[in-house]
C-alpha cells in the first residue's frame, strides 16, 4: 500500500498569511494526487486533482504542486473560510489512500 | 443539481450487520464509478470499496474484506453497502463519493456506531 505523510500536522497562521502543506508519497505517484478541504461536520469538498489542477469553483488563492512522491498544497492570502483540514489522497493504485490531515487554525 | 445521499446509518452490536444505501442524482449515473469513505471519530479519511459504473469491477480495503459488500443498483440510481460481523472499528460516517480518480462529489454521510 502507498503511505501518505501530511505535514504539519497543524498550521497556526492569520487572516491574508500564504501557507503551504506538504504530502509525501511512500512511492512515487506520478501526478494522480488530490487535496480535499473539510470543515467540522461536513463532507470533503475537492479542491486540486492531478497535483495542480483546480476543481471548478474553487478559489485561484488555492494552488498544487509537485509530481513524483512530493506535493505541495499552498494558499496565498488566506481567508475565513479557508481555516479547516486538508487531505491529500493518491489516486495511482489501490488501495486508495490519504494523508492524516492538516489542520489548519486561525492565530 | 448533483447529489448524493447516504442513508442506513445507526447503532448496531459488534456481530451485527447493517445494510447503507447511497441515492444518487443530477448526473447518469450508470457512467460514473462511486466509492465508500468512512471517517472515525476525531479521525482522518479511510477509503472503503470502489465500484465501476457497470459493477462489474469492485475493490475493498483489506479491513473490511470478506465483511462488507458493495452493490449498484443502475435502474435505481442507487448504491448499497451490506456490512457483516462489525466491530467496533467500523464506527465511523460513511460518505459514499463520486469518481474513479479524484472524488468530486460527496454525499453528507451517515454515522454507523458499532457498541453494545
Known amino acids: 500500500d502507498i503511505q501518505m505523510t501530511q505535514s504539519p500536522s497543524t498550521l497556526s497562521a492569520f487572516v491574508g498569511d500564504r501557507v503551504t502543506i506538504t504530502c509525501r508519497a511512500s512511492?512515487?505517484?506520478?501526478?494522480?494526487l488530490a487535496w480535499y478541504q473539510q470543515k467540522p461536520g461536513k463532507a470533503p469538498e475537492l479542491l486540486i486533482y492531478k497535483a495542480s489542477s483546480l476543481q471548478i469553483g474553487v478559489p485561484s488563492r488555492f494552488s498544487g504542486s509537485g509530481s513524483g512522491t512530493e506535493f505541495t498544497l499552498t494558499i496565498i492570502s488566506l481567508q475565513p473560510d479557508d481555516f479547516a483540514t486538508y487531505y491529500c489522497?493518491?489516486?495511482?493504485?489501490?488501495?486508495?489512500?490519504f494523508g492524516q490531515g492538516t489542520k489548519l487554525e486561525i492565530k | 443539481e448533483v447529489q448524493l445521499v447516504e442513508s442506513g446509518g445507526g447503532l448496531v452490536q459488534p456481530g451485527g450487520s447493517l445494510r447503507l444505501s447511497c441515492a444518487a442524482s443530477?448526473?447518469?449515473?450508470?457512467?460514473?464509478?462511486l466509492n465508500w469513505v468512512r471517517q472515525a471519530p476525531g479521525k482522518g479519511l479511510e477509503w472503503v470499496s470502489y465500484?465501476?459504473?457497470?459493477?462489474?469491477?469492485?475493490y475493498y480495503a483489506d479491513s473490511v474484506k470478506g465483511r462488507f459488500t458493495f452493490s449498484r443498483d443502475n435502474a435505481k440510481n442507487s448504491l448499497y453497502l451490506q456490512m457483516d460481523s462489525l466491530r467496533a472499528e467500523d464506527t465511523a460516517i460513511y460518505y459514499c463519493a463520486r469518481g474513479y480518480s479524484a472524488y468530486d462529489v460527496w454525499g453528507q454521510g451517515t454515522l454507523v456506531t458499532v457498541s453494545s
Open positions: 512511492q512515487t505517484i506520478s501526478t494522480w
Open positions: 443530477g448526473f447518469i449515473f450508470s457512467t460514473y464509478s
Open positions: 489522497q493518491q489516486y495511482n493504485s489501490y488501495p486508495r489512500t
Open positions: 465500484i465501476s459504473g457497470s459493477g462489474s469491477t469492485i
